[in-house]
């Protein structure tokens, strides 16, 4: 390919009585790039990664005292359903890992018998209810107080899992 032709082809230089090729035709080719890229990174934006250390027995058999999970911090309890690991404010200050039970409109065993969770509240639990102090002692928590979803373990190499796997 001639020198030329090379510059045409990239759009460098006009064929007399051709097409023109105007600025808006170039940025609205970028603008479709940006449109994408933001449909792809924003919602991965949404979540923020973060480590915690299970502590405890409370989540025996499928989490043990020194596990290390990767949470989402960004996801909201909406998006969190029963059954999934999640990291909670605890009442008394801290933070605790515990398996989601029921969220608004659920019915939950207490200590004090059956619990109807009613709009912006939630119930936790530990697997190990022998050694676990969770909503059974505390009562419903607020929907705020939930900090993150569990996307799966990382630490120590031989129990590493991710996802569904958790459940």
Avoid: F, N, Q
């Avoid at 064929?15 to 919602?43: E, N």
């Amino acid at each position: 390919m001639r020198p030329y032709a090379i510059r045409m082809h990239l759009g460098l230089c006009r064929v007399p009585g051709g097409p023109r090729r105007t600025g808006s035709s170039r940025w609205r080719g970028r603008g479709v790039l940006a449109v994408l890229l933001a449909a792809v990174l924003l919602p991965a934006a949404a979540c923020r990664p973060s480590r915690v250390r299970v502590r405890g027995p409370s989540m025996a058999p499928a989490l043990v005292d020194g596990d290390r999970l990767l949470v989402c911090r960004g996801c909201h309890a909406s998006r969190a359903r029963p059954g999934e690991v999640v990291v909670v404010a605890r009442p008394g200050g801290g933070e605790a890992v515990k398996r989601l039970v029921g969220g608004p409109g659920d019915v939950v065993d207490a200590a004090g018998g059956p619990l109807r969770l009613v709009a912006g509240e939630i119930a936790v639990a530990g697997d190990d209810p022998a050694r676990s102090t969770d909503s059974r002692r505390w009562g419903p928590l607020p929907v705020g107080a939930l900090r993150g979803r569990a996307l799966g373990v990382y630490h120590p190499p031989e129990r590493v899992r991710w996802g569904a796997s958790l459940r």
